[in-house]
């Protein structure tokens, strides 16, 4: 029977850094690693607004990405 186990997550917070010459928003992003695999929505979005006040570009998107290896 196929498993998926847990490999690790990172939350990516995408921040707009101005506009591009055609007109459209040009965004800048950092990665955060080892987020816990049981880290709640709210608590992730904490982490995001603590973070994006120490940066002076507005924050526009968090995205959670986790990777699981699939085994026998």
């Known amino acids: ?3 998926s186990l847990f490999n690790e997550s990172v939350i990516k917070l995408i921040f707009q850094n101005g ?5 459209e928003a040009n965004f800048v992003s ?3 690693r080892n987020v816990k695999e049981t880290a709640t929505p709210e608590e992730l979005l904490q ?4 973070v994006a006040s120490l940066v002076t570009l507005p924050l526009q998107a968090v995205v959670k990405n986790a990777n699981f290896d699939v085994v026998k």
């Open 1 to 3: 029977m196929a498993q």
């Open 19 to 23: 506009v591009k010459e055609n007109g």
């Open 30 to 32: 950092k990665s955060l």
């Open 47 to 50: 982490v995001a607004d603590a």
